[in-house]
């Protein structure tokens, strides 16, 4: 009978604790698009060096050429392409205006502070010299910096697509659970689902100021008109994907909730939401996707301060440097969109994981 080492087996019983390690890890690298971590960890640990290194090129090596060969292309073409406002910006052009644009918003923060510090040492004064009364607190209004239009944005398209989770979401769960009112939801999805944001925005803006008559409220008529184009727009994905996973569920369930006389809070939290989950969090996927490109065309005509305004602005400003600038926003728009869908997908898969616990 031969011996075994136990330094032998306490090495393996390590490296396989390490891949075990590395393979639960594996899942939350893919939620965040960086897959190609696992292999890399994999070749380190000694996993067939070979065979992880084709895997990094594949989820690696290739992307990253297919960048390197568009930036190429893009520089070699885009002299090539004149409008009344010179060749279009290659890219150390853009990226130029990047750092422009942050030198900007540093610039912008620098006034901002030493508009308050003259405020408060005036105030000091006021009140030391006994004249209390003359303290006034003043808001710094100076243009908006890049990364506030950006702030804007999100915080525009959040509002909107919560407001439409929080309509689509109920009605998709009747939608699924009555085949009456499906009928009676259905007609108005397949009629409002294809209008365009554009459509929207007259009828939108015309309504906000009827009702929000006042300028001093918490939120500008500009942030409403914007996020409630936003909520019209993006509601539809989640409504239909939802209605879709609750009347998918499984008979079998519906019947067991009836035999229990389950009642329907219980059956909606126990049963309907958790079998529905995915296709639900399909559809938010999907409307956080919608709000965001609707979101820059709405804020253009909105006039609301985030990037379709600096976008538009840019425009009709005429500049030398306006087209690099819009390309600069037109990256921040697909880097950002990218961004929320990865977040997104990574609350879906916290959820789903929880549930499959």
Do not use: H
């Not at 406002?85 to 901002?112: C, F, M, S, T, Y």
């Amino acid at each position: 009978m031969t011996a075994i080492d136990p330094d032998t087996l306490d090495a393996e019983a390590r490296r396989a604790r390490r891949f075990t390690r590395i393979n639960k890890a594996d899942a939350w690298f893919q939620v965040l698009g960086l897959a190609w971590l696992t292999p890399m960890l994999k070749a380190a640990a000694g996993d067939n060096p070979r065979a992880q290194v084709s895997e990094i090129w594949r989820l690696l090596g290739i992307p990253l050429l297919a960048v390197l060969l568009f930036i190429g292309a893009w520089a070699a073409l885009a002299p090539t392409v004149q409008t009344s406002l010179g060749a279009i910006p290659g890219p150390v052009q853009v990226w130029e205006q990047a750092i422009n644009l942050n030198a900007d918003a540093v610039r912008e923060r620098e006034k901002e502070a030493a508009f308050y510090a003259r405020q408060d040492a005036r105030n000091a004064e006021l009140i030391a010299n006994g004249r209390a009364d003359d303290v006034r607190d003043r808001a710094y209004t100076g243009k908006p910096t890049y990364y506030q239009q950006i702030w804007t944005s999100i915080t525009t398209v959040f509002f909107g697509f919560l407001i439409g989770s929080a309509i689509a979401i109920p009605l998709g769960i009747l939608a699924g659970l009555s085949a009456t009112a499906n009928a009676a939801i259905n007609p108005i999805i397949q009629i409002f689902k294809p209008v365009s944001p554009l459509a929207w925005l007259p009828i939108v803006t015309m309504v906000v100021s009827a009702v929000y008559a006042t300028n001093d409220g918490m939120f500008s008529k500009s942030f409403l008109v914007s996020a409630i184009t936003v909520t019209l727009c993006s509601l539809w994905p989640t409504l239909i994907n939802t209605a879709l996973g609750v009347s998918s569920i499984d008979k079998d369930l519906v019947s067991v909730s009836k035999v229990l006389k389950m009642s329907t809070y219980s059956k909606i939290t126990k049963l309907v939401l958790p079998s529905a989950l995915p296709l639900i969090f399909t559809g938010l996927r999907l409307s956080l996707g919608v709000g965001w490109m609707v979101l820059i065309a709405a804020e253009m005509l909105a006039q609301n301060p985030g990037l379709g305004k600096f976008v538009w602005d840019e425009f009709q400003n005429g500049s030398s440097q306006s087209l690099a600038k819009i390309m600069v926003a037109v990256f921040t728009i697909g880097i950002i969109g990218f961004l929320l869908d990865r977040a997104m997908f990574a609350l879906q898969s916290m959820f789903t994981f929880t549930e499959n616990r």
